[in-house]
T-cell receptor
Framework: DAGVIQSPRHEVTEMGQEVTLRCKPI?????LFWYRQTMMRGLELLIY????????DSGMPEDRFSAKMPNASFSTLKIQPSEPRDSAVYFC????????????FGEGSWLTVV | AQKVTQAQTEISVVEKEDVTLDCVYE???????LFWYKQPPSGELVFLIR??????QNEISGRYSWNFQKSTSSFNFTITASQVVDSAVYFC??????????????FGKGTLLTVNP
């Protein structure tokens, strides 16, 4: 089975530009998570969805960040406008109900804002 | 609040040595899950193992073994006869099952393991 698929793998953008990261979860998984990894803060949960509905977005740093899940097989994380401090690796992950809370990660989207 | 501490920031060993990565956790839940993930230099996060709080049996998978001790709130990971391919950052994580933290994985800061030939 295919794993979690993220795109783009790498993105370099200028400050002020809009960035959209995309994720396709594992088929059949009910939960989708967006994590951010930085040297300073480690891995932190930004938001998660259950059955396409956002459940907890308390980790979203500010209004410049937004996430959507229009259907069970697609989610986006958007940053507008982007700032250099948004540079990080953004991971999408998914899990299935009754899987003992095990989540499976995509390969990450490496974002650099210059 | 849940918390995971990996006190070892970096470990360096020579190939074929055994190495243990420490993980200490804090939780008020009686039911929870513990995890180890591996992040090789290529960057992806790879799931290695999950234990639930009711199962304290140690587990062995090839060269990997895990020691879960509730009495000390520890979930340590040992690699026997380490290999260069084991070089990676290893993360310990905790997931509670109740309240607002349900389904959320809290990660430790990670331990960078370097295995030298």
């Amino acid at each position: 089975d295919a794993g979690v698929i993220q795109s783009p793998r790498h993105e370099v953008t200028e400050m002020g530009q809009e960035v959209t990261l995309r994720c396709k979860p594992i088929s059949g998984h009910d939960y989708l998570f967006w994590y951010r990894q930085t040297m300073m803060r480690g891995l932190e949960l930004l938001i998660y969805f259950n059955n396409n509905v956002p459940i907890d977005d308390s980790g979203m740093p500010e209004d410049r960040f937004s996430a959507k899940m229009p259907n069970a097989s697609f989610s986006t994380l958007k940053i507008q406008p982007s700032e250099p401090r948004d540079s990080a690796v953004y991971f999408c992950a998914s899990r299935q109900m009754n899987s003992g809370n095990t989540i499976y990660f995509g390969e990450g989207s490496w974002l650099t804002v210059v | 609040a849940q918390k995971v501490t990996q006190a070892q920031t970096e470990i360096s060993v020579v190939e074929k040595e055994d190495v243990t990565l420490d993980c200490v956790y804090e939780t008020r839940d009686t039911t929870y899950y513990l995890f180890w993930y591996k992040q090789p230099p290529s960057g992806e996060l790879v799931f290695l193992i999950r234990r639930n709080s009711f199962d304290e049996q140690n587990e062995i998978s090839g060269r990997y073994s895990w020691n879960f001790q509730k009495s000390t709130s520890s979930f340590n990971f040992t690699i026997t006869a380490s290999q260069v391919v084991d070089s990676a950052v290893y993360f310990c994580a905790l997931s509670e099952t109740s309240g607002g933290s349900n389904y959320k994985l809290t990660f430790g800061k990670g331990t960078l393991l370097t295995v030298n030939p």
